[in-house]
């Protein structure tokens, strides 16, 4: 080795050091470090009724979703306590509270479906990696390809979905189906089986969740001692209507067998292991590489849904504040990756908790992380209590948590502003209710992007003919943005129309093309301007 080498990987050390180890990298990637020295009273109080708060929205919704996952109530909870606290870590936005979401847990039923539990346990390691990987690798942007009309038509049929696969649960009839249509008709081959007590409770539980929910946000005059008092018993009563529901037909349910309840709920945490790839689901043995080829492409899909609901949930709290969404890819890949070794299924962020969470004052992500002692609690000590809880309950809780995501109204925005993009929004819709989820948010983005691809290969461009003071004629091109690979065999052709069109006038002796607005060209170009 010579000195020059030597010289070179000493600088290329201290490079390394400057890049990747100083104290500022450390501080971003343990966020936990900014707030906790700066740690006081008053965050505390805000923290411990953020969590409580919290605490009584996601121990409901956590046994509502993993049924809608398809797996035991108890998932649920699995999936919420251990995804708050590894946020509470590494998160950067103190609103977010991350456990299970419908979206996600709707993703995750057709996995269910194939594989059993194991396969949930499974997607959240395979969909954390994804995270992690995004987020090490700065690919962040990736998500901005991902269209407002897409998103928004995803959003609405996921919803519908939803609700419609809680039918089965609200009306107390039993049959497997893990897709919109199969979920309608076996609703109405089931229809003499419907159990007339499950679908009254059903509807009393909606009567009381949907007005609160709508009316969350009323409030009285605080001038008065009066409004005050009863501004902070509403607030009190939106938080915990889930749980108030919960308890209150839980202990209805108790005294009589007329409805449909969980059975065999376990007390204690879940097993800490990494998941294991030699799964046996209904007595036939799957290889590791059946397994993969099972999660493969759509587990991407997965990821990729849970950071987009993520990163608009943070965006949304932090909009006046600088957001670091590479390092939530990272604490969101971190809390599925632990997830999966405590039996969770994917979490990310939720709108619901999220608001819950800001609204009830949270100070610091110290919340998420009594929210997961509050849920460790529950599972240690109320596991019976949720055996006694009907199926129309946590039916009628999911399907009023997914009501506000139904949002037609977009459709007239959506239209005034492109037409183009409302064959996006209806194509999305459409296929994700015909075919599944996964194949409509693929197919809508695979369009936006073929007609972004399609307007970048055609720039509109300005040709006209023009004479020097020297009487010598050229053609005068002005193209209104960069010309890339993809659009250069456009602009030849337009080229060559005008110089065969002038050549019939007059002696074109030369092409000027304007680069005003070039800001950028590829060797396509460059070969391509050369020969003409």
Request: contains cysteine.
């Amino acid at each position: 080795m010579d000195d020059n080498d030597e010289i070179s990987l000493i600088g290329c050390g201290h490079w390394c050091r400057e890049r990747f180890f100083t104290l500022e990298k450390l501080r971003r990637r343990f966020p936990v470090i900014n707030w906790l020295r700066k740690y006081s009273l008053k965050d505390l109080k805000g923290d411990v009724i953020a969590g409580i708060s919290v605490a009584f929205t996601i121990v409901p919704q956590g046994l509502a979703l993993s049924l809608l996952a398809g797996l035991p109530a108890q998932y649920g909870l699995y999936t919420s306590f251990i995804g708050c606290f590894i946020y509470s870590l590494f998160g950067t936005c103190k609103d977010v509270a991350v456990g299970p979401t419908s979206i996600l847990a709707i993703l995750t039923a057709p996995y269910v479906a194939i594989g059993g539990p194991s396969y949930a346990i499974i997607l959240s390691l395979l969909t954390g990696i994804i995270m992690l990987i995004l987020g090490i690798l700065n690919l962040g942007f990736v998500l901005d390809f991902v269209p407002y009309p897409v998103i928004s038509s995803f959003s609405t049929a996921a919803a519908i979905s939803i609700a419609i696969s809680q039918l089965k649960g609200f009306f107390g009839v039993h049959y497997q189906s893990t897709h919109f249509i199969t979920n309608l008709t076996g609703l109405f081959r089931h229809l003499h089986k419907i159990n007339i007590y499950d679908t009254v409770l059903g509807c009393i539980c909606l009567l009381f969740l949907l007005p609160l929910q709508h009316f969350k946000d009323a409030k009285l005059s605080n001038d008065t001692k009066i409004g005050f008092i009863i501004n902070k018993l509403w607030k009190v009563i939106v938080i915990a209507r889930n749980a108030t529901i919960v308890l209150i037909c839980a202990l209805i349910a108790y005294r009589t067998d007329l409805f449909s309840v969980n059975q065999n709920i376990p007390s204690g945490l879940p097993p800490f292991a990494f998941p294991s790839f030699k799964i046996e689901h209904n007595g036939v043995v799957k290889k590791t590489t059946e397994i993969f080829s099972d999660f493969f492409p759509g587990v991407i899909i997965v990821a990729m849904v849970g950071l987009v609901e993520t990163v608009a949930v943070s965006k949304g709290f932090t909009a006046n504040k600088k957001y670091d969404a590479t390092q939530d890819m990272i604490a969101l890949g971190l809390c599925n990756i632990a997830g999966s070794c405590c039996s969770a299924f994917p979490a990310v962020g939720s709108f619901s908790r999220s608001a819950v969470n800001h609204s009830s004052g949270v100070r610091t992500p110290l919340g998420g992380f009594l929210t997961s002692i509050l849920v460790v609690v529950s599972l240690l000590t109320l596991g019976p209590c949720f055996e006694s809880i009907p199926t129309t309950t946590l039916s009628s809780i999911i399907i009023a948590a997914v009501m506000p995501m139904i949002k037609f109204d977009d459709i007239p925005i959506i239209f005034k502003a492109n037409l183009i993009d409302t064959f996006s929004y209806f194509i999305t819709f459409i296929t994700c209710l015909t075919f599944s989820l996964e194949y409509g948010i693929c197919l809508g983005i695979i369009f936006s992007l073929s007609i972004l691809l399609y307007q970048m290969a055609r720039p509109r461009i300005t040709i006209v003919s023009r004479i020097t003071n020297h009487g010598d004629s050229f053609i005068y091109v002005k193209p209104d943005r960069s010309i890339l690979f993809p659009s250069v065999e456009y602009v030849k052709v337009k080229i060559s129309k005008a110089i065969s069109a002038n050549d019939r006038r007059s002696n074109v002796t030369s092409i000027v093309i304007d680069g005003e607005h070039m800001f950028r060209a590829d060797s396509t170009f460059a070969m391509v301007s050369m020969c003409v």
